[in-house]
């Protein structure tokens, strides 16, 4: 079975872009959730979505955003890129919203200059 | 909002020693977690807990949940080269792994 996987890899934008990063859930799950990590940090809280609604959102200003599609893969984008964006994007799924194990993709590394 | 201490910042050992880190909470926790991250990986869980005082054991790994629920430390025995990576505490206010927060990791560093 596949597990959580992200696309792109690597990404490189420039400021005041905006860029949208791909989350496919492992089969089965739900509940999908995102995370930014900046280098030498632990992940912190950005979203999560579950059966297409918005569960949860961290202390992230409104150019992020994100959706879930009806086959529980999602989108997370984000306008006017910063330097400060700069970081690796991970996505974990859960088969529900109370599920007390989450799994990780491997991330997207977004590098804005 | 909540935050994690998580210590040592990074440790550097000889191969076959323990190893000891823990985390501590301004906030209670009704579950902590603990992964390992390799480079150029997302996190991989290694240990759940539930239950304040709960103790468990994943091969060489134990972790414990303190009895305050602020919080749990993790200990690896006779330490091998596979261990290098960082090691991240989550705790969850609620029972919802899609929500956790998170430590800024230690740093171990296995010498052979």
């Known amino acids: 079975d596949a597990g959580v996987t992200q696309s792109p890899t690597h990404l490189i934008k420039t400021r005041g872009q905006q860029v949208t990063l791909r989350c496919s859930p492992i089969s089965g799950h739900k509940s999908v959730s995102w995370y930014q990590q900046v280098l030498g940090q632990g992940p912190q809280f950005i979203f999560q979505?579950?059966?297409?609604?918005?569960?949860g959102r961290g202390n992230f200003p409104d150019r992020f955003s994100a959706r879930q599609f009806p086959n529980y893969s999602s989108e997370l984008n984000v306008n006017a890129l910063l330097l400060g964006d700069s970081a690796l994007y991970l996505c974990?799924?859960?088969?529900?919203?109370?599920?007390?194990?989450?799994?990780f993709g491997q991330g997207t590394r977004l590098t804005v200059v | 909002g909540q935050q994690l201490n998580q210590s040592p910042q990074s440790m550097f050992i000889q191969e076959g020693e323990d190893v000891s880190m823990n985390c501590t909470s301004s906030s209670i926790f009704n579950t902590w977690l603990w992964y390992k991250q390799d480079p150029g990986e997302g996190p991989v869980l290694l240990i759940a807990l539930y239950k304040a005082g709960e103790l468990t054991s994943n091969g060489r790994l134990t972790a414990q949940f303190g009895i305050t629920r602020k919080d749990s430390f993790l200990n690896i025995s006779a330490s091998i080269p596979s261990d290098v990576g960082i090691y991240f505490c989550?705790?969850?206010?609620?029972?919802?792994?899609?929500?956790?927060?998170f430590g800024d990791g230690t740093t171990l560093t296995v010498k052979p």
């Open positions: 974990a799924s859960s088969f529900f919203q109370g599920s007390t194990e989450a799994f």
């Open positions: 989550a705790g969850q206010a609620g029972t919802n792994a899609g929500k956790s927060t």
């Open positions: 979505y579950y059966e297409k609604e918005e569960r």
